[in-house]
């Protein structure tokens, strides 16, 4: 086929779902109505590990508008089903209501029902729960870690002994939340045997298959509805206790249920990432040329699931050396599960990597950029493979120069602003280019619009506007007449929102299928004897504006609306699918960044103030740049929380968690972020996948918390090895 000219793809346009958003017109999960819907409100429990000795039910009961207390007193035996496409490993996760064991603290165990949420919230507090409490298990240094995963190249030991420079350095990071600004909801109807749910997630399928196999359902008795997500950061990418409550409540009362969590008890109804202890031994040559790197890390996951994350990856390929070990230990904990949040294990193994960097530039006397550029390999060296794309040089160029890198003082504590100590930092980020198998349904009505669907999802990168802009322009139609439908699980099937593989999966399938259309179209025109473009040959023939010519004579063409019209068709349809190449890869892919920090510090109250951020990123083709900016803007923002505010707290008592509110668990706000800035290197990866985008919302967020703690170093001489840094660190 002719490739088509691209009107759409590259354009920084404005979100095509925008007026819906500020007028209040986007539905979310719990904004849906349903008729009939009555509400739910979960009991959580009070203990961080034990049994449920009894409970009192009755003043709940007899409260004006509660219709029922469901608990595992009282619950059905659910099939609970093996769920090989979730996250939930050999079919361990909880199980709701099945028995009185509690696993930690917060963990459902009850419910209450009732004809308005205040009638469920009062009822709720008059549940009364009695204990046989034991002694939970919730620090991760106090704790046995599992058997480790292990990676090995090279001989560590023996490179550390020959090591002229040799460093060992711990890092340890906070257990942070997602907090997205919707609090996670359901609204759960049965009609007989079938199931529907107004769902938040991130996963229309995965939401899917695991109610399907909860309840011992066929996958296509269950349908789950999400068109729009007010974020996510990865906590909606699998199905919560909550759903499944909110489904079980609605079919014990044969009413449509609602459930909305607390803002609380979206700190243990839903993920988080685990907090880490990182130990990293480094070895290196006097001119800073790495041999050897042990990675000894242990992170928390809980007693009934074992989450795990990429947090091995960037350690074996992101520095040419001969030698690596790793380890990599979860620790079961009486806590929920964790689940991936942006940058998932590359946004972790950043800080211990690109710090241990750091310190290792600063012993030796060299610039951190060029100790990195001294250290830049060739090939994927855990694998052989060669890059697809790999231009780190190119950020690290880029950034210093953008940034006014020749104006830092390599000299800790040498620069002040009146009583602020003034330092700079940088850092490397990497996160893998995912992609996934993908389909999407396009048709080309009459009229000369086109609909297309996938269930896909949008928690705020911009999917319905991205996905448009590929199919106008695969199409030759204008955005205005391109409808992207997602969020529902009667669409072609989609991989989960998350990793960074929807622009690459989906935005793949959808080109596809455009094309497939547009192909139906041409063929169907140069066949018709009453076509302009009859006798033409295909490839000669480009669409553009929804009127289809030659190339080398656009004057010479028709409209899809003529053309469909005379030969009686009321559309073209098709259905697009991608999927990566079967059998070995051929390539190593991965998105990079180089991220410079310039930081403040109160000489005197230890206080710390991010001045300006800088990302410079080679992520392939960039199909919105203004979607791209708010995907690198808000992933900086998110990194400036976890270098400097973000920390969930647990009280190792009994399990609890003492900050979960908004009030206590900081996250930045305006005056958090004055000045931050994204490049992206032009370029595309067609290794990685036909659109030749290599994912961003991801990668963003990669490389910002060390750089900050590395421009902290250069501004106070103080190495702080904990996040987040706080002041009472610095003093």
Request: proline share 6%; aromatic share 6%; net charge neutral.
């Amino acid at each position: 086929m002719s490739p088509q000219p691209q009107a759409a793809v590259g354009a920084p346009l404005s979100r095509v779902d925008g007026r819906l958003k500020v007028t209040g017109k986007a539905l979310y999960a719990a904004e849906h109505d349903v008729d009939g819907a009555v509400h739910a409100v979960i009991v959580d429990a009070s203990v961080g590990r034990g049994r449920i000795t009894s409970m009192e039910t009755r003043a709940a009961l007899a409260h004006p508008g509660v219709l029922r207390v469901i608990s595992h007193r009282n619950a059905p035996k659910l099939p609970y089903r093996d769920n090989p496409g979730s996250n939930n490993p050999a079919g361990r996760r909880l199980r709701v209501f099945q028995d009185d064991r509690v696993l930690f603290h917060g963990q459902p165990v009850a419910v209450v029902v009732a004809t308005t949420l205040e009638a469920a919230q009062h009822g709720a507090s008059l549940v009364k729960v009695r204990y046989d409490a034991e002694q939970p298990s919730t620090d991760l240094h106090e704790a046995e870690p599992d058997k480790p995963t292990t990676y090995q190249r090279g001989d560590a030991d023996a490179g550390l002994r020959s090591a002229a420079v040799r460093m060992d350095l711990t890092y340890r990071t906070a257990r942070n939340h997602q907090n997205p600004m919707e609090p996670h909801a359901t609204i759960a109807r049965w009609d007989g045997n079938r199931l529907t749910v107004w769902d938040k997630t991130q996963w229309v399928v995965g939401a899917q298959t695991e109610l399907a196999a909860v309840f011992g359902l066929e996958m296509d008795s269950v349908r789950v509805i999400s068109p729009f997500v007010g974020g996510g950061f990865g906590s909606g990418l699998r199905c919560w206790p909550h759903t499944v409550v909110a489904a079980l409540a609605a079919r014990e009362t044969g009413r449509p249920v609602k459930l909305v969590l607390s803002r609380k008890q979206m700190y243990f109804g839903t993920g988080f990432r685990p907090s880490y202890e990182y130990r990293l031994r480094l070895g290196s040559d006097r001119r800073g040329r790495l041999t050897t790197a042990v990675h000894e890390i242990d992170a928390e996951t809980s007693s009934y699931e074992k989450f795990t994350e990429a947090i091995m990856a960037a350690g074996q390929m992101m520095y040419s050396m001969p030698n690596v070990r790793q380890a990599y230990s979860t620790v079961p904990l009486d806590v929920n599960t964790p689940l991936y949040m942006r940058g998932p294990g590359f946004a972790t193994a950043s800080f211990a990597i690109e710090s241990g960097m750091d310190e290792l530039a600063h012993q030796l006397g060299l610039d951190p950029i060029e100790l990195r550029r001294r250290n830049e390999p060739n090939e994927d060296e855990s694998n052989g493979l060669p890059f697809s794309t790999r231009r780190l040089r190119e950020c690290y160029t880029v950034g210093a120069r953008e940034f006014g890198w020749q104006r830092r003082n390599p000299k800790p504590r040498s620069t002040r602003d009146g009583d602020w100590l003034i330092g700079m930092g940088m850092a490397a980020g990497v996160y893998d280019t995912m992609r996934a198998p993908a389909q999407a349904r396009v048709r080309l009505d009459d009229d000369g619009t086109a609909v297309v669907e996938a269930a896909a999802s949008d928690m705020g990168p911009g999917t319905y506007t991205s996905q448009t802009q590929v199919a106008a322009d695969a199409l030759g139609l204008t955005m205005r007449t391109v409808t992207f439908r997602l969020g529902d699980s009667l669409y072609p099937q989609t991989p989960p929102h998350g990793g960074s593989m929807t622009m690459a999966s989906v935005g793949s399938a959808v080109l596809d299928g455009c094309n497939k259309v547009r192909q139906q179209a041409v063929e169907l025109a140069v066949q018709d004897e009453q076509s302009p473009l009859y006798g033409a040959q295909p490839e000669d023939v480009v669409v553009r504006g929804g009127r289809l010519h030659m190339r080398d004579n656009p004057a010479r063409g028709e409209t899809y609306q003529r053309l469909l019209s005379r030969n009686h068709r009321t559309h073209l349809e098709a259905v697009g699918s991608f999927a990566p190449p079967s059998g070995p890869e051929r390539h190593s892919f991965y998105a990079y960044n180089a991220t410079f920090a310039e930081v403040a510090v109160d000489a005197t109250l230890g206080l710390v103030r991010v001045r300006r951020v800088l990302g410079v990123y080679d992520a392939g083709r960039i199909i919105s740049p203004k979607l791209a900016d708010s995907q690198a803007l808000g992933g900086i923002v998110g990194g400036i929380g976890t270098a400097l505010l973000e920390h969930t707290v647990t009280d190792h008592r009994d399990g609890r968690i003492v900050n979960a509110s908004l009030a206590d668990y900081l996250v930045p706000v305006n005056a958090d972020v004055p000045d931050l800035r994204a490049i992206y290197l032009e370029g595309e990866d067609r290794e990685a996948d036909p659109l030749g985008v290599k994912g961003l919302g991801e990668v963003v967020h990669v490389a910002v918390a060390p750089a900050i703690a590395n421009a902290v170093f250069n501004a106070t001489g103080r190495r702080i090895r904990e996040l987040p840094i706080t002041a009472e660190a610095l003093l």
